[in-house]
């Protein structure tokens, strides 16, 4: 069965400056999809960004950039030029290719604090 | 936004008693979810459903039973309510198409059990 680890529960960055979130995962497959959600202190479970696996290119979207290392199974969240709504739970998932219900495997999630 | 709404947002209930929440979604989703948030645990599955009245189990379902007697509504029961199941639960959807497709959530129920 795959598995989702976020080994860092908590971190903080200060205003303006770049922090990188960590995620590893672990799985026998070689095709599959993997997703970072934030969850702001409103509870709502926001999709930041992206990857497929057969994909080399690492998936970014504006201040948010992934580094996809698929042989180490690493896929973390690099967030520039952090700003004070970044604070936020970060979930790491990763969906197989293998399961016809779109089920997603969830990290235990970290806490990003904001400095001003 | 996706049109999944929670009801109710939160509740108290006493041990023992039955409590049911409630996902409602408009966006003609196949497949729903529900799951319980736990600090230092993430999300964890309950139950899905992959049509009406096509349900099965997640990861931590025991305690727990589902409907879905409509596409847009899919029912979470506590037959019994003990303090364990006090978390937070949230509700998902997703419309199938390609495997990089997003899942939506409901703003999540918080459910406390004295």
């Known amino acids: 069965a795959q598995t989702v680890t976020q080994s860092q529960p908590e971190m903080s960055v200060q205003e303006a400056e770049t922090v990188t979130l960590s995620c590893t995962y672990d799985?026998?497959?070689?095709?599959?999809?993997l997703f970072w959600y934030k969850q702001p202190p409103s509870r709502q479970m926001i999709l930041v960004i992206r990857?497929?696996?057969?994909k080399q290119q690492n998936a970014t979207e504006n201040r948010f950039s992934v580094n996809f290392q698929k042989a180490a199974k690493s896929f973390s969240l690099k967030i520039s030029d952090s700003q004070l709504g970044d604070a936020a739970m970060y979930f790491c998932?990763?969906?197989?290719?293998?399961?016809?219900?779109?089920?997603?495997?969830w990290g235990a999630g970290t806490k990003l604090i904001i400095k001003p | 936004d996706a049109g999944i709404t929670q009801s109710p947002r939160h509740k108290v209930t006493e041990t023992g008693t039955p409590v049911t929440l409630r996902c409602h979604q408009t966006?003609?989703?196949?497949?729903m979810y529900w799951y319980r948030q736990d600090p230092g645990h993430g999300l964890r599955l309950i139950h899905y459903s992959y049509g009406v009245k096509d349900t099965d189990k997640g990861e931590v379902s025991d305690g727990y039973s589902v409907s879905r007697s409509k596409t847009e509504d899919f029912l979470l029961t506590l037959e019994s309510a003990t303090s364990s199941q006090t978390s937070v639960y949230f509700c998902?959807?997703?419309?199938?198409?390609?495997?990089?497709?997003?899942?939506?959530f409901g703003q999540g129920t918080r459910l406390t059990v004295v």
């Open positions: 799985t026998s497959e070689s095709d599959y999809y």
């Open positions: 990857q497929e696996a057969y």
């Open positions: 998902a959807t997703c419309g199938g198409g390609g495997l990089n497709t997003e899942a939506f």
């Open positions: 998932a990763y969906r197989s290719v293998m399961d016809s219900n779109y089920q997603l495997i």
């Open positions: 966006e003609n989703h196949r497949y």
